[in-house]
């Protein structure tokens, strides 16, 4: 075994993971724990390559934020505007077709569309742009709504129950759940970074009800605010649980929480580090998860092409006009060229190969590089 793991102190871990066991939540606190980063990168690159080979994925995709007019107020969230607060704003139904058709000529296989819990939208306005958007991009996968979204949708605005809800949607078109809303599941910290949001429970129950429906979704935690490391793997704990259960999510989505124009300023970013130990972390206790995927667009492309060294295998996508995180301050561009993920990719020592929305590989994937957007930043 390698000297800087038995260092580190996480040799029995170790044994474990390398006989291919489940480690249970103290040892993913002792993880957490470990001051040696690149020790548990080292054991999270393991079950990478044990997972997923050499091969590091990418999606070519388009984000739409249809409206950010929302009647909750996360206190970390610098997206939302009241209803009626100057700042608000919404998509027409054809300004999204025409979004969403542009991406798709030059390539893009997917549309990832979230927005806050708008009052005045009707059902028909969500069925309407997922419809007209398969009607003009008949390949193109729309990946939509958080589970709040859902919630929202079936509650006040659809009046049916989510599985109804679900089906509608899914009926004209939807491909794929996101994965956001999940924050930290604990109570005490959910009371305090996203009031009146779903809890724990109802989150899980809208991913269990699609996965039982045969469709698949993403998950995410929202790091590095209030919480504790012991509630960091209770979170991890129960995503763990309904993955075994449904076998429904295609990848994790970690991201850092970013301090700027919203109620938690008072906190500060958590440091490359810190990133890069969630990521490994993760890796090492998500053992019924195929794919770790490093979110750029909070953690910035340099370092999600690093974390593909400790045990991220997906880099995401070229996005394109992400407004969530650049409201909350985010530093990174808005989007990523092909060209450039798979550069950073190779770079890495992997080989590069595009995704679709459900982490299958699309053979021979051809880009009309000519027309992709512009990036701005270079891996170096
Ligand atoms: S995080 Fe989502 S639900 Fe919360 S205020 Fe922002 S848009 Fe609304």
Known sequence: MDKLIHKAGIADIAERVYAG??????????????????????????????????????????????????ILSCQFCAFARRPKQEGGFQYDVDEMIHLAREAYEQGASEVHIVGGLNPKLPFQYYLDFISGIKKACPEMMVKAFTAIEIRHLAERINKKSIRETLEELRSVGLAALTGGGAEIFDPEVRDKICRGKETADEWIEVHKIWHQMGQRSTCTMLYGHIETLQQRVDHLRRLRELQDETKGFTAFVPFAFEPENNKLSYLKRVTAMEDLRNLAVSRIYLDNFDHITAYWISMGLPLAQIALSYGVDDLHGTIQKERIFHMAGSQTPQEQRVATLERAIREAGREPARRNTVYDIIPDAVTRRATEPASTEVPA
Do not use: P, W
Request: hydrophobic share 35%; aromatic share 12%; glycine share 6%.
């Open 21 to 70: 066991e489940r480690i249970d939540d103290a040892m993913g606190v002792r993880l957490y724990e470990c001051k040696d980063v690149h020790a548990l990168g080292l054991l999270a690159n393991y079950v990478r390559e044990r997972k997923n080979g050499n091969r590091a994925t990418y999606v070519y995709n388009l984000y739409i934020n249809y409206s950010n007019v929302c």
